[in-house]
């Protein structure tokens, strides 16, 4: 007659007790006995998942972040009409969202680059950026900054955050200021161009009304002489 061994006897007894329930087969007291006897297995994965964590964290390279608050003003001027200095409050729907894109344009990123040297960081441009002619260097200068920036909105607010990410602290405040300075110069240039395009239009508007004036005057004095008008 077969003869179940100790460690398995519990374990046969429930399995013949309740047939219908697999959960219930487990003995927590066998699983234990086993664990025990096999104390330096477990001890040995442990302390090379341990190695191979303390391994990555001595060895993996630092990153630092730093971020820059921009506070985004939706008021705005009306260019035209009786109450030029009164203030629009209304904002559209994303509004903000379509602002915080631009942080990331190539226009802005550019002129970080171009500002700030980047063309000359390894950092940015890589280390086989060497035989690159300028145009190309500066084209992945600002497509690998554009991978180092990092654009939120923390809340449904007129707030973005601008954060860059580097190896060095303090490059990564710098230019994540220099990218926020840039984005805000952007938005002042756009209202800027926006105002020289209205006045140029109000101009013109002013002179082809000037032109007609004159027109309709010289025609009312070519009338009076026509017709003996003192």
Do not use: C
Request: no cysteine.
């Amino acid at each position: 007659m077969h003869e179940v061994p100790v460690e398995q006897r519990p374990v046969a007894a429930r399995a013949i007790a309740e047939p219908g329930d697999e959960a219930a087969t487990v003995d927590l007291a066998l699983v234990g006995r086993l664990l025990m006897r096999r104390w330096w297995l477990v001890a040995l994965v442990t302390a090379l998942f341990l190695g191979l964590a303390a391994t990555y964290v001595v060895l993996a390279p630092k990153t630092w972040r730093s971020t820059t608050r921009v506070l985004l003003d939706p008021r705005d001027k009306q260019l035209v009409g009786s109450d030029v200095n009164k203030p629009q409050y209304s904002i559209e729907a994303g509004w903000v969202e379509t602002r915080a894109e631009l942080v990331k344009s190539h226009g802005n990123l550019a002129a970080v680059v171009k500002r700030e040297g980047l063309t000359a960081d390894p950092e940015i441009v890589g280390s086989d950026a060497a035989g690159l002619g300028p145009e190309a260097l500066a084209a992945r200068a600002v497509r690998n900054l554009a991978e180092m920036v990092l654009v939120e909105r923390p809340k449904e607010n007129n707030i973005v955050d601008v954060a860059v990410t580097t190896k060095a602290p303090e490059k990564s405040a710098r230019l994540s200021q220099a990218v926020a300075e840039a984005f805000v110069a952007g938005l002042a240039q756009a209202k800027v161009d926006q105002i020289e395009q209205a006045n140029a239009l109000l101009s013109r508007q002013v002179e082809t009304m000037r032109q007609k004036m004159m027109e309709a005057e010289a025609k009312v004095e070519e009338y009076k002489r026509a017709n003996g008008i003192a």
